[in-house]
């Protein structure tokens, strides 16, 4: 598939893609919203953010390249009205990463619902992003 091989052929720090539709990921990706820095544990997806790649039809090598595009310097993206894309050095690491950013996803949801969720410093971020690449990531 198309959007998998596109990081195995341009990403030397991805060997592993796991691709899912849970529900609070889509649910922005349905209303096309980056996931902000609600969360620290958003560092596990290597930025300040998860980025909303644009729309394109599944299956197509459109989607495989905004997908790769959106997740340029990340390990995840969102993609427009369809779900979530993680990617990592192994297939413990990306699902992972699924699993982590599907939770803040859900949090922020649930924090928008009830108020205006207060974000992370870009400084903090860059802190975290620190950490993480030490001990935020599992072990294969
Ligand atoms: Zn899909």
């Given at each position: 598939m198309d959007m998998h091989r596109i990081f195995y052929q341009?990403?030397?720090?991805?060997r592993a893609v796991v691709h899912t539709h849970s529900t609070y990921s889509t649910t922005l990706a349905t209303l096309r919203w980056d996931l902000p820095?609600?969360?620290?544990?958003?560092a596990i997806a290597g930025g300040n953010n998860v980025k909303c790649a644009d729309y394109a039809s599944f299956g197509t090598w459109d989607l495989a390249e905004k997908a790769y595009e959106a997740m340029q310097n990340r390990y995840a993206c969102f993609l427009a009205n369809h779900g979530l894309l993680t990617g990592s050095i192994d297939l413990p690491n990306a699902f992972s990463i699924a699993e982590e950013i599907e939770r803040c996803a859900e949090t922020y949801y649930r924090a928008k619902s009830i108020g205006e969720p207060v974000l992370l410093s870009d400084e903090e971020m860059d802190f975290m992003l620190e950490k993480f690449q030490t001990y935020g990531q599992v072990k294969a």
């Open positions: 341009k990403r030397k720090d991805i820095a609600s969360n620290y544990y958003l």
